[in-house]
């Protein structure tokens, strides 16, 4: 029997420093390769990712060209936009790799909303940054001119930053797990879903983590394993220092340990670490797995491959 699996792709795994769609396709071609691996290896997949840097450039055009006549979209609605704009990208390249691989299967991309509470502390305190990094001059105009916030972002230049809430339901986990129990590949939950409210399903602004959002969702189609991408091969402590430790396996009760004592980073891999937890809490006796996008191929075969994450 074929086991789900579950991998969060970071939005700056999308988009590197050209944001034109040709390279960002491009991109995501290279992406494809590795994520096929996991289908080689006998896995039912479903993907999600983040669009941080893309929904943050599009809220740029919006509000470039915002007039009466034509008046800028909101943040939920510019979420949906750029996962419609993934997705569509995403999945063509995934059948396209999928073909040469002489795998028979199909790739769908399911617009998600995702459901928040409105009342959650994250509306009063922005900390998700999105779009471009900027100079702290840049950052400070712009605040000026728009009344956004910028924060400083792990050293790397500042960036506008909106509410975070935690996601409390997955509206189409049901038709998700349809899919895929139907051997089809999705992709879902993009840029961490559309924030909704109320049994209304009603857009609030705000980017929900995508990290979070990917627990939720992995939980609620009781997948198998959780694989969280981001840019290094393992979770470290100490990181960069002369005593710096790659962590190969690690339980709930030491990355706590590890977390109270600051070793990862607000904004970077704290949220990882943090939605790792989640999943090993909520499902006991599976894993979750913190690596780079090229171990994908690796995980299964070798133990030593990546951080894993249990009970």
Not at 21 to 50: D, F, P
Not at 56 to 69: F, H, P, R, T, V
Not at 142 to 166: I, L, N, Q, Y
Not at 285 to 292: L, N, Q, R, V
């Amino acid at each position: 029997m074929e086991k789900k699996v579950v991998v969060a792709l970071g939005g700056n795994a999308i988009l590197s420093d050209d944001a034109s769609a040709q390279a960002q396709q491009e991109a995501l071609i290279q992406t494809s390769k590795h994520l096929v691996n996991l289908v080689k290896s006998g896995y039912k997949l479903i993907i999600s990712h983040g669009n941080g840097p893309q929904v943050g450039n599009l809220l740029l055009q919006q509000q470039a060209a915002n007039s009466e006549k034509n008046p800028a979209m909101p943040l939920d609605t510019c979420v949906a936009m750029t996962q419609g704009s993934i997705g569509y990208w995403l999945a063509n390249a995934m059948e396209a790799e999928l073909k040469a691989a002489g795998i028979s299967k199909d790739v769908v991309t399911v617009l998600t909303q995702v459901v928040v509470d409105e009342k959650d502390d994250a509306f009063v305190n922005p900390t998700k940054p999105i779009g471009p990094f900027l100079s702290e001059e840049e950052a400070k105009a712009e605040m000026a001119a728009t009344g956004a916030t910028f924060k400083e972002d792990s050293g790397r230049g500042w960036r506008k930053v909106v509410a975070s809430p935690k996601p409390i339901d997955i509206h189409e986990s049901k038709a998700i797990n349809t899919l895929v129990d139907n051997d089809i590949i999705t992709i879902s939950c993009g840029g961490g879903g559309i924030p909704v409210v109320g049994t209304e399903l009603r857009g609030v602004e705000a980017v929900i983590d995508k990290d979070f959002a990917s627990e939720k969702l992995a939980h609620l189609v009781d997948a198998d394993k959780f694989i969280i991408l981001t840019g290094v091969d393992n979770v470290y402590i100490n990181f960069g220092k002369e005593n710096e430790q790659k962590l190969t396996h690690v339980t709930v009760a030491e990355l706590e340990q590890y977390k109270a004592e600051g070793h990862f980073a607000p904004g970077s891999m704290l949220p990882k670490i943090e939605a790792a937890v989640q999943f090993a809490e909520n499902n006991p006796g599976k894993e979750a797995i913190i690596t780079s996008l090229e171990c994908l191929g690796k995980i299964g075969e070798d133990a030593s491959v990546g951080t894993t994450v249990t009970l």
